[in-house]
């Protein structure tokens, strides 16, 4: 059932663990809950944040706060995160994941178990990372990805991180399942897009699930619709 790690005093502050659903923002989430909140105890306002964004065609944890325990999101951000992530290989697109269209294709011929296994250790350690133009990165006071979805090309600076794990899970037929371990900041479409480069082909990410925020997994989270039912119960 539920598993907070503080009271569950919502108007006051709380700590609620959330399974992320496909195709909705993190925003529609925060929205969700503040809102129910709200409704419960007839609120005018309340303070509700999340711990770390997820794309809205990833699922998986977030860290959901209320009250004052929002004051702790900038701790929960901090910590190590772990991620699923499903990279089709041969080819790219312009978000490096789903939300656009295939606009170039490679070969992958040359790709096997041994040259993925090496690929890979490339990327463990501190690391240089150039973001996506398909994120929310503020650029002159407006997010990365209104330049990008009108066709305007911006300039993205690198950021140093670090992946303290990944590993193969599975791979067959061009599509890579692989477990990552990284610090904040990292954006794993982006993981996606220079894996496929370091194989001298292409890959982009079609599926990913945020697994742990630190010392929290998604075996701890609720569905948005058990965090719903839980509350109108109480």
């Known amino acids: 059932m539920i ?5 569950q005093n919502f108007q006051t502050g709380s700590f609620i663990l959330l399974n992320k659903p496909y195709k909705w923002t993190s925003f529609d ?3 969700k809950v503040k809102f129910k909140i709200k409704h419960k105890y007839d609120l005018k306002k309340i303070k509700v944040g999340h711990a770390g964004t997820l ?3 990833a699922t998986g944890l977030m860290i959901v706060c209320t009250g004052k325990y ?3 999101i900038d701790t929960y951000q901090a910590q190590v995160k772990e991620y699923i992530a499903t990279l089709k290989l041969g080819s790219t697109t312009p978000s490096f994941d789903l939300e656009t269209e295939v606009d170039e294709t490679y070969p ?6 041994a040259s993925v296994d090496e690929t890979l ?4 350690g501190e690391i240089r990372q150039r973001p996506p133009a398909y994120s929310a990165i503020k650029i002159d006071g407006k997010r990365a990805y209104e330049y990008a979805r009108k066709g305007q090309e911006v300039e993205i600076k690198e950021k140093i991180l670090v992946i303290d794990e990944i590993e193969v899970l599975s791979f067959k037929n061009d599509v890579l399942k692989i477990r990552v ?3 904040k900041g990292t954006y794993i479409r982006a993981l996606a897009r220079d894996i496929g480069i370091q194989l001298n082909s292409g890959a982009h990410l079609i599926a990913l699930e ?10 701890q989270a609720l569905e948005i619709e058990d965090f719903i039912s839980y509350l109108e119960n109480l």
Do not use: A
């Open 3 to 7: 598993k907070f790690e503080v009271d």
């Open 29 to 31: 989430l925060v929205n």
């Open 55 to 57: 794309d809205p065609l």
């Open 70 to 72: 929002t004051k702790q």
């Open 108 to 113: 992958t011929e040359h790709i096997d178990r």
């Open 121 to 124: 250790k490339v990327f463990l």
């Open 181 to 183: 371990v990284c610090s």
């Open 210 to 219: 945020r697994t742990r925020i630190g010392e929290y997994n998604t075996g």
